[in-house]
Nanobody
Framework: QVQLVESGGGLVQAGVSLRLSCAAS????????MGWFRQAPGKEREFVAG????????VYVDSVKGRFTISRENTKNTVFLQMNSLKPEDTAVYYC?????????????????WGQGTQVTVSS
């Protein structure tokens, strides 16, 4: 079992930055690929970014490429999502997820554990 707790969300203006954190506890964090997803009101939960257990493979959805950066510190059992140049369309609840294998994935169904989410609201 892995417990995930996100933090760092908030209400910001367009153009600024936020850094989300996801702290993991339970099983060995370094054995898991990690991902960030988001869900806007009335929309499906969508993949944002994923990182393999080693950090060697990183994937982003096209809409955040060049603006968001996912990273992890296995010694601290934490994964981060640095979000720069935020846009109103980035407004959503952001979820951290853990996948029991080493490789990351864009598919929600392949993730085994989820955090409770943190709200990010970007005003124009």
């Amino acid at each position: 079992q892995v417990q995930l707790v996100e933090s760092g969300g908030g209400l910001v203006q367009a153009g600024v930055s936020l850094r989300l954190s996801c702290a993991a506890s339970g099983r060995t964090f370094s054995n898991y690929a990690m991902g960030w997803f988001r869900q806007a009101p009335g929309k499906e939960r969508e993949f944002v970014a994923g990182i393999s257990w080693s950090g060697g493979i990183i994937v982003y959805v096209d809409s955040v490429k060049g603006r968001f950066t996912i990273s992890r510190e296995n010694t601290k059992n934490t994964v981060f999502l640095q979000m720069n140049s935020l846009k109103p369309e980035d407004t959503a609840v952001y979820y951290c997820a853990a996948k029991r294998t080493s490789s990351t994935s864009v598919h929600r169904r392949e993730y085994d554990y989820w955090g409770q989410g943190t709200q990010v609201t970007v005003s124009s």
